[in-house]
């Protein structure tokens, strides 16, 4: 039952079209590296975990890793990576960070890298923006806001497993 209940939690908050339409696009930079579009889901209330995705380039001749992240409205934020076996969509922890090749960009999206908040304060609502610090090894720390986008989800028939994810921390 806990199981089903951590599915359809996640599944709510990650299955989304490949199109986002009427989004707001909005960007950082901090010395060689730019943040574009950082943005989140609504969550319903209750929901423990929340989504964050943006895009992240780096303009430096070197690699950078995203390492970590940190924002009030969740008790931790950590970097996972979807990945799709044996025709289970699997989600997993990047426990060594992110890392972002030297003039190379990498899209945090759907079924793909993404940064779980969990243990959420209160709920994700629609038209918010969350504070959401993005801490690198190779460049500085930014500060971003992920925008709180509400779209209609296509559940789909995909079914993910969890098994290997951790939920406690």
Known sequence: ???????????????????????????????????????????????????????????????????????????????????????VMRMQSLKSGLTISAGEVVELKPHSYHLMLEKLVEPLKAGERIPLRLEFKGADAMDVELSVQSLDADMGQKEMDHSGHNMEH
């Not at 989004?23 to 950082?28: Q, R, T």
């Not at 895009?55 to 950590?78: E, F, M, Q, W, Y």
């Open 1 to 87: 039952m806990i199981k089903r209940i951590l599915f359809l939690i996640v599944v709510s908050t990650m299955v989304l079209p490949a199109f986002i339409s009427g989004a707001v696009a909005h960007e950082y930079s901090h010395g060689s590296v730019e943040i574009d579009h950082p943005w989140s889901r609504p969550t319903p209330p209750g929901t423990p975990m929340g989504v964050g995705y943006l895009v992240i380039k780096n303009h430096s001749d070197a690699d950078i890793t995203l390492v970590g992240a940190s924002t009030p409205r969740a008790d931790r934020v950590s970097i996972h990576e979807t990945l799709m076996k044996d025709g």
